[in-house]
């Protein structure tokens, strides 16, 4: 609806002022181009203007960020001066220091590692449901199905250690043969 409208406008306008253009004396139209011409002058105008401003505002602005890196970079070496005067005062210091933290760090790292492997190895821990509950065996066979009589039994062989004896041991350190 706005697309007619506005045609409609644009039509109706173009047809107005061909109507008054054909209307006018040659000096009413000498004027009428007169004064566009002068509108188009004086928009070149501006906007010759306003592209000088551009350009120096530009200048300015290039100008305050040579400033404020000559600041930033002045900074930068009085800091590193001081750094160097310092470390230079207090001998091996500060890459010893260093060096220690990150050997500290290392050895906790490895330390942390190591107790993980050890927490791990007691993960596979095969319980017998028989005896967790104190249900007998006869209650199973009554079950009728084989595979869970016969899960008991093989979780009770010799490989698999009993729940009372998993919390007495104390945890193997494999830690010195890893490495």
Do not use: W
């Not at 500290?104 to 319980?127: G, H, K, P, T």
């Not at 698999?160 to 010195?176: N, R």
């Amino acid at each position: 609806m706005s697309k007619k409208g506005f045609l409609f406008g644009l039509a109706l306008g173009g047809a107005a002022i061909a109507t008054v253009a054909m209307k006018m004396d040659e000096d009413k139209k000498a004027e009428l181009k007169a004064r566009a011409q002068q509108g188009i002058a004086d928009f070149k105008d501006r906007a010759i203007d306003y592209a000088f401003y551009a350009n120096d505002y530009a200048e300015d602005f290039k100008e305050e960020a040579g400033k404020q890196f000559e600041d930033a970079k002045s900074k930068v070496a009085d800091f590193a001066d001081q750094y160097q005067a310092a470390k230079e005062a207090g001998g091996e210091s500060f890459g010893s220091s260093l060096d220690q933290a990150t050997d500290s760090l290392r050895s906790e790292l490895a330390r942390v590692e190591a107790d993980e492997d050890v927490d791990n190895v007691n993960d596979d821990i095969v319980i017998d449901s028989a005896a967790a509950f104190g249900t007998d065996d006869a209650a199973k066979d009554d079950a009728g199905d084989p595979a869970e009589t016969a899960a008991p039994e093989e979780a009770e062989s010799e490989d698999t250690p009993d729940v009372d004896q998993v919390k007495d041991e104390k945890p193997v350190d494999d830690s010195a043969t890893d490495k």
